[in-house]
């Protein structure tokens, strides 16, 4: 194995000790109050409950997923699967035992001045940042070097796996195991998570907010602590998760069609992508090496990037003007990572193409991280007049909320299409998956400005709920909205990166699906060139079935969704009922002398998110693989296709709706057209309430979905059949 | 020309008459009291004066494309377009006269008793039902007839036009264009009469009822005439012209097929689906003539059956029990053109698979409005749910409602794709097209029925207006709510249709745009197989460019829908106003001493209509064309497939959403879970208002739209490069 492989390593380690050290010094801080304390007590104990329920449920299917991978292929693919998962859980974990150490002591913080507080918001934010991008990596590196043996170029085949007599290349399989479980520990948290956060929201506003007109975060709605639990485990555990599983889920597409394409210069005819990754001689072992860990060469130097952004962020000495500071250090970044990748790419054999293409990663995601700015924030027009409709009443307001979602998918869409095309000219496929690395390289940065947003919203719950002076709310307030806009630029970066990592994963799936069957000549195969068989004259009947598969894929985001949705409603439902009744059975509650029975709202919600997120979570897991066994592997690069269009859609769509029905609501309330308590307000109110499951929970969720599917098709490839088993 | 064509020449004729002959049944019955009379004039002039604006804009918008297409390729199109145009044109009025001469004429039939006011409605329906069908056949009889010379086998033949130096087949573009042009003018009408109808019911009953607390139809609400207007240019008009397009485009998506497979036998290499076709021996003359007049002896058969299940309804003579005889008159007309396929079929040299292509449309449409139904009408389950859930507030009733219909996709899109599959073994893409045919086959029942209730709905309005007995309402009301289950399987049906000729329409394009070019070699053309173009190993780099059509292709539909959406919000909002303005100003309206103005509110909303139809319109000509022109023919292809795939589902879902949202609010009304005006009803209210755009104005519209941009990249892929014009 090549000597390039030790500085990912290193690098991975600089990150997890970074991470530790920021980690130490948030712990070392005050916690403040003895309310302070208890209530922080009870949101920790909440989402480590909740977490550690959910990671049983999951522990227990990796066991059985990773049992089954073990069978069907071999022991190395279940290890690396487990592997990918175990991490996964990890980065949940970690950031979440961070946001949860550090919501009161930026509370606390928040006492002294604005910037202490964003100073531990932000350490709390950067270890999980670092810890996400850390473990990504370091897995990778374990993977490598532990199964070192089918990385070696010599035994880079298409072998037959001894059970079933399938031929796969063992590498490659291992590496999108890895990713495999990455993405399924993902979806879970995402899911539960994203169910829990939304449904303990809901009913906290329904019963709190608008039945007894308590204001949010009031210690006197039993809901309120699920309510501050929710936005750990979903905004920070799920997110974690989620941006790990693209993170790795862009460079093993890398890798794995560098292996098919080394595998091809003997059965692929892939010569002119090899000469455009400025291989002209071929791919020898030298060159191969390269190519395989330059994606771990790539991120690893935006990790370093992203360290050296945090400490100018943590270290700028500046008061005022704190989200010029930040967005600054998202530049700083962003501009770090070119560099590095320039000299990486420089420095080996490879095409500079690879350096363009990385940079159309990082333009697209400020790109599409801008629109979704522009149609969320209230500084621009769309919301603004969203917020102005909705004095029209509550259906026109959503049915305007519902309009502005859909028509911001268009540039999005534009900007993705535009990359495609860019990045195909310069690399073919494995351009359009070098630019979703670019998008994701420095990953480490955009978690840590993602998360701090949750915990200075955890701490404004706090700061409130313990009774601390208005001018430290006003503080959290003003570092949550500062958060709103960086969070923006990042949703936008996950939606373009989750398209691009599909996109990649979905062409290493074609290919792996293809590089099998000896006695298939290749090039009658175009998977779904034979929706047009008769145009291409193509002969093997698979038309209807590819054709089949587009709707079909289409369909399941939809179907997909509307569980979350009702997830989430019929949880809040039964909240909703437990609150109600504590209300009446306990008058002393709404005077401050009776304390809420916190922790029975927080079992409901618990109990609620872990009971729906395992159907939806089947889905994404049983129908490629029940599609591509009974309809064959052709049909099933159509059904991966369709899935991947509807929800790119309807992921964009849920995400701008929501975000700016939830921002429509705060221009309101700061006073615009009647302000608080008047009918505008109402409308609002149940516009934020509707966009609330879409933005946090279904488009989320949709990210994954795509790419869990894809990933799976790729793990499972060799076993589906050429044609489907009937007919 | 073959002598066949005298049949369905016979048939469309007869059809006419028959239409005639119950229009004047219609208009020769008692019109009942001045106040009626008045009413109904009220209506008549607002309907025919936006229908006549309407036509205004359509006939220089026809003008205009019509001399583009003279100008590009020759008169004979030009001539064919405008013949489309002005038929479905046509549709709309003839089926709007009826329907405006009905609806009074019901009102005072039903004073009599229910079953004259289901003859009246019944009659005014089928008038449409048969104008639609008959004029829709009549105009392809004449352009076969007028331009035979370009469809006789000797002159069918790739041939270059004049002006660009492109290639075709003249007879083909020909039948194209008077497709195109009846599928822009449904658009149009489908547009621009929802945008109308949905504005309308909007104002009415934001400031009507939940404002002023009138009842629905109460004259003293300015917005009544304009809704009852909405009525008659949204559901008959629009409809009519809508079917007219599904019928026109599935007849056409056959005979276009038809072209190329004769063409084809010299270079096209399509002999295993002329085999398919039963021509074992290839397609000769007689052969030729023989599968391209089968469409229309098959949708003759359809028009026959149709009329004599509508002389079984008319001449019924039960009393009770009409929603049984209303199902077994459809489930007659679906079996009596069964038959009639069967004898057409046998008696020709023709497959008898064909024969099963249109049984499997019939099938799949009437499965698909069976769950149309389950998801919608409230003796179902999931409605029901949807009523009990309004109870905990509007934010819940509208994303479950949203939840219901992303869920109502599955079991379409799996009749669909089954359906697709098995006519694909049955006859190849020419397979697709009979089921779609299929489908539409006895179009001219669908519409009758789908039409009888809107005529109902304006009747129960006008007897609620001019105060007549309650139990005139009650048997209005019954026959509305009839009505609502047949137009279920109506919507059913469309959408379904819409599918499959799309599909149909869409496979014709891609043989055109593949029969071209001499220089190419044609297997290694497969348009969506260079999404994959390394696995096929082909050649032509224009995989990016198609990865860019699916991915834009499924964003139009979105936006399309976001501008429909906006258009009725922001058109009802400036009629509140006016509403508001008038209930202010004249103080006299509310106690009856001062007629509202309800010009003024029709006048408004038409203004709102017109305004807002075009830029939708445009999208759906514009977009294909443009994108053709800039990334080519084959990264159009993947434009359309696109665009396919994201509006099915965004149809299905708007629709049935929306139906859900309606009758749960009706069945909240009818006294559960607090009946009217208890919190679930104000809930219920809310989610109508949201899923009333939905399901009237954006779903019907969706469907055109994939037609409409089908059609016209078929009418000018010739003119489209083979490959980008740049890189």
Known sequence: MSVLIVIPAVISVLALASAFSFNRAVVRRAQGSERMTTLQGYIRSGAFTFMISEAKVMLVTMAVIGAILWILFYWEVAVAFWIGALLSLAAGFVGMNAATHANARTAHAARKSFKDALNVAFSGGSVMGLSVAGL?????????????????????????????????IRGALIVSAYSMGASLVALFDRVGGGIY???????????????????????????????????????????????????????????????????????????????????????????????????LLIVGGGIVASLLAILYIRFSRRQEGMQRVLM???????LLTAITTF????????????????????????????????FTSSSFRPTRELAKMNQSGPAVGVTEGMALGMMSTFMPVILIAAATIISYQLGGLLGV???????????????????????????????????????????????????NTTAAIGKGFAIGSAAFAALGLIAAYMWSAASVPQEVV????????????????????????????????????????????????RTADILVQEVRRQFKEMPGIIDGSETPDYNRCISITAHGGLNKMFVPAMIA????????????????GGFLIGALLSAIQLAI??????????????????????????????????GDTVGDPLKDTVGPSLDILIKLMSVIALVFASLFPLQPIFF
């Open 433 to 483: 998956a070098f630019t979703a690395m670019g998008m994701l390289s420095f990953v480490a940065m955009t978690v840590a400005v993602d998360t701090y947003g949750p915990i200075a919203d955890n701490a404004g719950g706090i700061s409130s709920m313990s009774e601390l002076p208005p001018e430290v709310r006003e503080r959290t307030d003003k570092l949550d909205s500062i958060g």
């Open 197 to 295: 956060t939304k449904a303990a929201d809901m009913a906290a506003d329904m019963v709190g907010k608008v039945e007894m007109g308590i204001p949010e975060d009031d210690p006197r709605n039993p809901a309120t602590i699920a309510d501050n639990v929710g936005d750990n485990v979903g905004d920070v555990g799920g997110l974690g998760a989620d941006l790990l599983e693209s993170f790795v889920g862009a460079i093993i597409s890398v890798m794995v069609m560098v292996m098919y394409i080394y595998v091809g210069r003997a059965n692929l005819g892939l010569e002119g992508l090899i000469a455009k990754l400025g291989l002209t001689a071929g791919l020898s072992e030298g060159n191969y090496w390269w190519v395989l860990v330059a994606p």
């Open 328 to 334: 600054n250090g998202t530049r700083l970044a962003a």
């Open 343 to 374: 000299v990486i790419v420089w420095m080996s054999p490879l095409s500079l193409n690879i350096f363009w293409e990385v940079i159309l990663g990082l333009v697209a995601g400020v790109g599409i991280g801008f629109f979704s700015e522009y």
């Open 522 to 569: 290749l090039p009658q195969l175009p998977i779904v060139g034979e929706v047009l068989a008769p145009m291409g004259g193509a002969s093997i009947p698979v038309g209807a079935f590819v054709i089949a598969g587009l709707v079909i894929g289409a369909m399941v985001p939809y179907v997909f969704s509307a569980l979350l949705i009702r997830g989430v409603s």
């Open 653 to 686: 769509y849920c995400a701008n709706a929501g975000g700016a029905m939830d921002n429509a609501k705060k221009y309101v309330e700061e006073g615009h057209y009647g302000g608080k308590n008047s009918e505008a307000h109402a409308a609002a109110v149940t």
């Open 136 to 168: 990504a990596l370091i897995g990778l590196v374990i993977v490598l070097v532990l199964f070192r043996r089918w990385f070696l170029p010599g035994n880079l085949v298409i072998e037959t796996s001894n059970l079933l007599g399938v031929s796969l």
């Open 621 to 636: 897991v049983v129908t490629p693989i029940a599609f591509g066994l009974i309809f064959g592997r052709y049909a099933l």
